[in-house]
């Protein structure tokens, strides 16, 4: 399978401060990535979805102008966790998938913030 | 919403197969069967998908009733490293979104 890569794995912040998580497609062109947010013992939720180029949809009870993502190119997404509380302290979850060639998504390992 | 109804938990003895049930009675006709299992703390893993054949890959087997309305993961010769929480997820294809449901938490025991 193709290879998502999220970076970074962890990252601890002060509350207040703004947080970049980078996902990757490393050996196929993700024409729409995927962001997900996961709490302890809890399944997956999806927060928004991005086409290259255009601009996020964000589902129901996402503040856009919280979690801002950005989906500039064909390999690269990125979400900025902005003026971050304790409360948005979580696991983030990118997956990104090539319309053409696979209609699977494929999953980066993830990333655990903690805002403190 | 999630479309799909799976048990909560299942165990399975190493080396023994491991079935996992999905109900997905709600499936429309261009819908298709996705399974991801999660390992704790690491991002989802595809294993397999189908729309109404049977299917087979390295990982895993696939089997679709004929009415599509239901549908049964197997894992052949299970190992400890199988223990993983297993969803089952119905999308339209290459358009559609990834909704996961609760899954079923697969235990495999010595």
């Known amino acids: ?27 196929f062109q993700a024409t729409t990535m995927f962001w997900y947010r996961q709490f302890p013992k809890q399944s997956l939720m999806l927060m928004a979805t991005s086409n290259e180029g255009s601009k996020a949809t964000y589902e129901q009870g996402v503040e856009k102008d919280k979690f801002l993502i950005n989906h500039a190119s064909l390999t690269l997404s990125t979400l900025t966790v902005t003026s971050a509380h304790p409360e948005d302290s979580s696991f983030y979850i990118c997956s990104a998938r090539e319309a053409a060639f696979y209609t699977e998504a494929f999953f980066g390992q993830g ?3 903690t805002v403190v | 919403d999630a479309k799909t ?8 003895a190493e080396g023994r197969a491991a079935n996992l049930p999905c109900n997905h009675s709600t499936i429309s006709g261009n ?43 197997i894992l052949p010769h ?12 119905v999308m339209g294809g290459s358009q559609g979104n990834l ?12």
């Not at chain 1, 399978?1 to 050996?27: F, M, N, Y």
């Not at chain 2, 299970?78 to 997820?89: E, G």
């Open chain 1, 1 to 27: 399978g193709a290879v998502v890569s999220q970076h970074p794995s962890w990252v601890i912040c002060k509350s207040g401060t703004s947080v970049k998580i980078e996902c990757r497609s490393l050996d």
């Open chain 2, 5 to 12: 109804t799976q048990p909560p938990s299942m165990d399975c």
């Open chain 1, 111 to 113: 990333t655990r913030l």
């Open chain 2, 78 to 89: 299970a190992t400890l490293r199988d223990t993983a929480v297993y969803y089952c997820i």
């Open chain 2, 99 to 110: 909704i996961f449901g609760k899954g079923t938490k697969l235990s495999v025991k010595p």
């Open chain 2, 31 to 73: 819908e298709y069967v996705y399974w991801y299992r999660q390992i704790h703390s690491q991002g989802p893993q595809y294993i397999i998908h189908g729309l109404k054949n049977n299917e087979t890959n390295e990982m895993a087997s696939l089997i679709i009733t004929e009415d599509r309305k239901s549908s049964t993961l």
